[in-house]
């Protein structure tokens, strides 16, 4: 994580991300962000890279003092800019691991670009590239530098909520074929929802029709599936469903919602996607035909996959390795556990 002493590495965020932040919480957002970017920094948590600093640490890559980064931490955290876990294996191991909430900081700087654009810009090139990634190699003497730039996209699409709204609100029956299968879409994902949460039941108004479409197209890829199996994700969590939560469709549309739940959060439970277990076994059909074991593995395999379905197959019998002994199927798992489970609980159908 340290970085060298002859070449230090930074990223240089657009003015917007300073004027927002200041120049010192804005250093540290870059900087995190720097070695969000590297591809070996830090561990995957929760669908994000994390990665881990200690305060002094940040400090001497940054030129500030630990109390200094102390108060950027806890500000930007506050803020929902930041996301700050204890994510060692060990309890004992207090190290602070940290990664960035991408979707909140592009809703800020959408705002303010807004407001700009409503006040005293007319002709903005519309790009949504936030962060610049920069390479300043410092030499000893700290008398010369050299500055290589290349760009990064943050969050990777520039079709944000923000402007997803301002779009579909603009638009004014221009093409009419376009506008009766947006309509049925969105109703369509409102009758959805209230099948499923008949106690918080919603009526297409003017403010919500454009958050499922922007969702729905940004969110969801403009599958409906997706939609449907979010909803039933979130039905899965009991806190969320609770007398002591109040379930709202437009919480439930906000982006930094959508990942939380996609991550795990809130108590919801893994729900298959419709569809999905039919796709599965497709995919195994054809791998287990391309496979290198006897006809007769595979024969074996084709009928645990239709017996028990792909989910089974994929958790305990795709990872074996199986091959003939004594005119007898037999196999290798990748673990004693995993290979006495099978032995003992598929033993009539290897043994067949």
């Not at 469903?241 to 795990?264: C, E, H, M, N, P």
């Not at 108590?267 to 287990?288: A, D, R, S, Y």
């Not at 004594?326 to 033993?347: M, T, W």
Request: overall charge positive; glycine content about 6%.
């Amino acid at each position: 994580m340290r970085c060298s002493k002859a070449i230090l590495p930074v990223v240089i965020l657009q003015p917007d991300v300073v004027r927002l932040f200041g120049k010192s919480s804005a250093a540290f957002l870059s900087q995190l962000n720097y070695w969000i970017q590297k591809n070996r920094s830090g561990v995957f948590h929760k669908g994000k890279r994390w990665v881990f600093n200690t305060a002094e640490e940040w400090g001497n890559q940054l030129g500030v003092s630990d109390r200094q980064i102390r108060r950027i931490v806890a500000e930007l955290k506050k803020a929902g800019i930041i996301f700050v876990e204890k994510l060692a294996d060990y309890k004992s191991n207090r190290t602070n691991y940290y990664t960035i909430n991408y979707e909140r900081l592009n809703e800020l700087l959408e705002e303010r670009q807004t407001d700009l654009e409503a006040s005293s810009r007319s002709g903005s090139s519309g790009q949504n590239v936030l962060m610049v990634k920069t390479e300043i190699t410092n030499k000893e003497n700290n008398k010369s530098d050299t500055l290589k730039d290349s760009y990064i996209a943050v969050s990777g699409t520039s079709n944000n909520q923000t402007k997803q709204v301002k779009k579909f609100t603009q638009e004014n029956g221009q093409n009419k074929t376009s506008e009766s299968t947006k309509n049925t879409t969105i109703q369509e994902m409102i009758s959805f929802w209230n099948q499923i949460f008949p106690n918080e039941k919603v009526t297409l108004n003017r403010d919500l029709a454009p958050l499922l479409l922007s969702a729905f197209k940004v969110k969801f890829k403009s599958d409906m599936f997706q939609w449907k199996h979010y909803c039933k994700t979130i039905e899965s969590s009991q806190y969320l469903t609770g007398k002591s939560f109040k379930l709202s469709i437009y919480w439930v549309l906000k982006y930094q919602t959508i990942d939380r739940i996609r991550a795990g959060e809130f108590g919801v439970k893994n729900v298959p996607i419709p569809g999905e277990q039919q796709m599965l076994e497709k995919e195994f059909q054809v791998q287990i035909m391309h496979l290198s074991e006897p006809e007769k593995c595979k024969e074996v395999r084709l009928k645990i996959l239709k017996l028990y379905g792909a989910y089974v197959y994929k958790h305990w019998f795709h990872p074996l390795k199986f091959f003939i002994v004594e005119d007898r199927i037999s196999f290798s798992a990748p673990s004693q556990f995993h290979g006495d489970y099978v032995a003992r609980e598929y033993r009539c159908i290897l043994g067949g």
